[in-house]
């Protein structure tokens, strides 16, 4: 299945006090760019939780934001600086005597005194094995979204990609007589300029052999309908093809220039004009697709 590059997908997960929210958004992007935020202490996950999203995205720039709550004892320690500790009692312990007031030393005033306490948060394998289940119902959901936004564009272009269709096959009908009407026009300015109906047939063969080389576009047909069918066949396969749309439609768009270029007609040259639109909406549109 085709899929967009932009999405969304939101992943939560509770357990005994210990709350992960994981939010997963992606724009589009020429190569695979990912970005994971996520608290200081579970850093090390970060290479794992890169590779679990790149299983699954090939293209987009994606942002992934993890939050943690903790209200559980899991996953913190708290520390006390005994050393410092020790050199707060002395100080104190000398002041009060260089000062004569009576001081004991309370424990708990202690602790409230700075760099004493210390809660540190530290990562371990279940706290590890609980975010991924909130990332991946975060990378499910978001795949679904971006799932449901290639479907919408395939409509799309698959409807565009018709009507191009269509006008091909219209200039290439266009294109079976320009030949025979020029030869027609050539002879009856020739009559005209030289005022006889006796013409060279020789030359008038001459000039018709160059504007045939000059106007085929036999050739570029023959590649702008291989294209086309190249594109609709991609149309059913499953991402990442966003790349090889974006080849196509080049190629395309450049055997229209040399239709348009070539083609000494004024219906062929609208044509054109409509089918360049076209590729033109479709260009935008496959910008979108992973």
């Known amino acids: 299945m085709i899929k967009s590059m932009t999405g969304f997908g939101r992943g939560e997960y509770e357990k005994d006090g210990r709350n992960y929210i994981v939010e997963i958004k992606s724009v589009n992007h020429k190569y695979s760019d990912i970005n994971v935020r996520l608290p200081r202490f579970l850093n090390n996950l970060e290479d794992g939780i890169r590779k679990k999203v790149s299983s699954v995205i090939s293209r987009g720039k994606i942002d992934v934001f993890i939050t943690f709550e903790n209200n559980s004892s ?41 760099e ?18 909130a990332l991946d119902e975060a990378l499910e959901k978001f795949v679904a979204m971006r799932e449901i936004e290639g479907q919408k564009l395939m409509e799309d272009i698959a409807k565009r990609i018709h009507i191009v269709e269509g006008k091909v096959e219209e200039i290439s009908k266009l294109s079976t007589g320009l030949v025979e009407e020029y030869i027609v026009k050539l002879e009856a300015r020739v009559n005209e300029l030289l005022k006889t109906t006796v013409v060279d047939k020789e030359r008038i063969a001459q000039e018709i052999v160059i504007f045939s080389d000059k106007s ?44 348009g270029a070539k083609a000494n007609c004024l219906a062929i040259t609208n044509c054109v004009i409509e089918v360049k639109t076209e590729i033109e909406n479709i260009r935008e549109q496959i910008q979108n697709i992973e």
């Open 116 to 133: 004493i306490l210390k809660i540190e948060e530290s990562e371990n394998e279940e706290i590890a094995s609980e975010l991924v289940i």
């Open 74 to 114: 899991k996953g913190t320690s708290i520390r006390i600086n005994k050393q410092l500790a020790k050199e707060y009692i002395r100080e104190l312990t000398e002041l009060a005597q260089e000062v004569n007031i009576q001081y004991e030393v309370n424990i708990m005033d202690i602790t409230k005194l700075p």
């Open 216 to 259: 085929s576009i036999e050739e570029e047909m023959t590649r702008l309908k291989s294209h086309i069918v190249q594109f609709l066949n991609l149309l059913k396969q499953s991402s990442p093809i966003g790349k090889k749309f974006d080849f196509l439609i080049q190629e395309m768009n450049r055997e229209v220039n040399t239709i």
